[in-house]
């Protein structure tokens, strides 16, 4: 059974960090696409970033670039998001994605919440 374990999720400062965490199973995690989504109150999903387990390369949305970073543990199967320099507007839930390069999607996690306010 494939399952996709976020946690790390909170309430930051603006300008504060945080650090997600996706522990994956059941499947080929060393090999796979791994991304971080996300879901804003009222709004519709927005592709954080993604990274290629296997030659580490890994790809941002312009609004997170250079304040998220994306990376993954293949011996602990496990995904990481660290966000820093936190704005209110990163206010979502934050889902794990993943899958094979055909299907990167095909697994999700049940989601954490991150809040940013004062």
């Known amino acids: 059974e494939v399952q996709l374990v976020e946690s790390g999720g909170g309430l930051a400062q603006p300008g504060g960090s945080l650090r997600l965490s996706c522990a994956a199973s059941g499947f080929t995690f060393s090999s796979s696409v791994m991304s971080w989504v996300r879901q804003a109150p009222g709004k519709g999903l927005e592709w954080v970033s993604s990274i290629y387990s296997h030659s580490s390369n890994t790809y941002y949305a312009d609004s997170v670039k250079s304040r998220f970073t994306i990376s993954t543990d293949n011996a602990k199967n496990t995904l990481y998001l660290q966000m820093n320099s936190l704005k209110p507007e990163d206010t979502a839930v934050f889902y794990c994605?993943?899958?094979?390069?055909?299907?990167?999607?095909?697994?999700w996690g049940q989601g954490t919440q991150v809040t940013v306010s004062s």
């Open positions: 994605a993943g899958g094979d390069y055909a299907t990167p999607y095909a697994y």
